[in-house]
């Protein structure tokens, strides 16, 4: 079992930048896929990046591709997500979550399947 802690959040102009942090408690946190889903008011949950257990693989939303960098330090139980080019559309809750895979195979579905979730952390992009 995993706990998810995100930081990071915060008020920031379009055109700017945020990273955040998701910070895992437990072991094995290698074995864990790890994913940021956003939620605006009134729209539903979205998955915006993933990353595999050993942090080869990464895949992203079209929205956020070539703008947000997914990343993780498995020696600090940590995964980033780098924001650059910020738009206001890009305010919403965002989410950490992680699902644990005992070998290095992964389901089609891997980006979007998780187990465990942290708590969110407000990002709000100003025009």
């Known amino acids: 079992q995993v706990q998810l802690v995100e930081s990071g959040g915060g008020l920031v102009q379009a055109g700017g930048s945020l990273r955040l942090s998701c910070a895992a408690s437990?072991?094995?946190?290698?074995?864990?896929?790890t994913g940021w889903f956003r939620q605006a008011p009134g729209k539903e949950r979205e998955l915006v990046a993933a990353?595999?257990?050993?942090?080869?693989?990464?895949y992203y939303a079209v929205s956020v591709k070539g703008r947000f960098t997914i990343s993780r330090d498995n020696a600090k139980n940590t995964v980033y997500l780098q924001m650059n080019s910020l738009k206001p559309e890009d305010t919403a809750v965002y989410y950490c979550a992680a699902r644990f895979y005992s070998g290095s195979t992964y389901p089609q579905n891997w980006p979007y399947e998780y187990d465990y979730w942290g708590q969110g952390t407000q990002v709000t992009v100003s025009s």
């Open positions: 437990g072991r094995f946190f290698s074995n864990y896929v």
């Open positions: 990353i595999s257990g050993r942090g080869a693989i990464t």
